[in-house]
């Protein structure tokens, strides 16, 4: 098993996942806490509006991505923050629009189409060295931004009305989070495709959550637990030759499982006399 690490592309996916850990550790406990995954899954599929738009103008994709999710989570948050009876409705039209659009642009575009399947599932083990550089540089903004705005973070997370009392900007915290949520996806959906990153932006946390009540805490937790599941996903995919993203996400899902039969054990043995 070990010999896979002679491989420059198998180092790289392992460098790859490590970083994508990071930022979907921190902006993930985010998601878990203020119960944001359905969000979070719009604006990660009405990215694709923008890959579309960008193909069809003959622009970077990724820079289409990343305007068109930044624009779209805003009004998904927007609607979010003001219309929360109907907010699951719009944001679900949202997310199918986005994609509806991405698709029929890539339709209309001359010459070479892109494969929209690779923006959806990705391929850690065919990440070049160059781009691991712009999962460095969102690591550094993420941390940078949740150190500066820790303290306003957690009060908004946790009790938003005593954080509107002390006049904390509670609507701009969270447009910033709805922006870092568009910029992860966009960046890591670049390296793993967006399946892998929507797993990595909801098990890991999801399981810290179950151990750890303090947010600090639960963001270390998830960034470990996400290491651990990319690296043991690649070396099982390389030991029995199965897709990486996959294998990576079945190793998540049978940990979330494993640790929710072993909480409900622990529940009801502390119930017992």
């Known amino acids: 098993m070990l010999e896979a690490l002679q491989y420059t592309f198998f180092r790289n996916a392992l460098i790859a996942g490590a970083l994508v850990s990071i930022a979907c550790g921190i902006i993930g406990t985010l998601i878990i806490v203020n119960r944001l995954v359905f969000l979070s899954g719009g604006i990660a599929h009405a990215a694709y509006g923008g890959i579309g738009i960008a193909y069809f103008l003959n622009q970077n994709p990724v820079i289409g991505a990343v305007i068109f999710s930044?624009?779209?989570?805003l009004g998904m948050g927007y609607v979010q923050r003001n219309t929360k009876e109907r907010s699951d409705t719009?944001?679900?039209?949202?997310?199918?629009?986005?994609?509806?659009?991405?698709?029929v642009?890539?339709?209309?575009?001359?010459?070479?189409?892109?494969?929209?399947?690779s923006y959806l599932f990705g391929s850690i083990l065919a990440v070049p060295s160059g781009d691991l550089m712009f999962m460095i540089v969102l690591d550094i903004l993420i941390l940078l931004i949740v150190a500066l705005l820790y303290k306003e973070i957690v009060a908004v997370s946790f009790d938003e009305e005593f954080a509107t009392v002390e006049n904390v900007p509670v609507s701009t915290i969270f447009f910033i989070l709805f922006g870092l949520i568009a910029l992860t996806v966009v960046i890591t959906m670049r390296l793993v495709g967006l399946i892998m990153v929507i797993a990595?932006?909801?098990?890991?946390?999801?399981?810290?959550?179950?151990?750890?009540?303090d947010m600090k805490k639960m963001m270390v937790a998830a960034v470990l637990l996400g290491m651990l599941f990319t690296t043991c996903g690649l070396f099982l995919s390389?030991?029995?030759?199965?897709?990486?993203?996959?294998t990576?996400?079945?190793?998540?899902?049978?940990?979330?499982?494993?640790?929710?039969?072993?909480?409900?054990?622990?529940?009801?043995?502390?119930?017992?006399p």
Request: charged share 10%.
């Open 200 to 213: 990595l932006l909801t098990i890991p946390p999801a399981i810290a959550g179950i151990f750890y009540k």
């Open 248 to 272: 990576i996400i079945l190793t998540s899902g049978t940990a979330y499982g494993i640790a929710q039969i072993g909480k409900a054990i622990h529940d009801k043995r502390a119930l017992q």
């Open 70 to 73: 930044l624009l779209s989570a």
């Open 90 to 103: 719009v944001i679900g039209v949202m997310w199918a629009v986005g994609m509806a659009l991405g698709i």
């Open 238 to 246: 390389y030991s029995f030759n199965l897709t990486s993203g996959a």
């Open 105 to 117: 642009f890539l339709d209309l575009s001359p010459g070479y189409k892109a494969d929209l399947m």
